[in-house]
């Protein structure tokens, strides 16, 4: 439902509070951040950040899409990190 990539560039905007920055902490050009954010709204069917041309902040609905996201992509991270190493063999 919430892709890993777009849930990682809404957490740069929010614990940066801006599009620029997080598209630099993630490497991405700021409209591929803004994309994955309205990506990720659409998806939630909720508006996550509020913005107008000098302020960026999350909403309510993004504070508790921030803790969502977290807790996501730390399970993905842990999946990812679990099924990425050879898989033991032999007997006991």
Do not use: C, W
């Amino acid at each position: 439902m919430f892709e890993p990539a777009q849930l990682r560039s809404f957490l740069a905007v929010a614990e940066t509070l801006s599009f620029t920055k997080a598209a630099e902490r993630l490497g991405l050009a700021q409209p591929t951040v803004s994309q994955h954010v309205r990506k990720l709204e659409s998806a939630a069917k909720r508006v996550l950040i509020a913005r107008d041309t000098r302020d960026v902040r999350l909403t309510d609905n993004g504070d508790a899409m921030a803790g969502f996201a977290r807790s996501i992509l730390a399970a993905h991270d842990s999946a990812a990190r679990y099924f990425s190493g050879s898989a033991m063999r032999g007997r006991l």
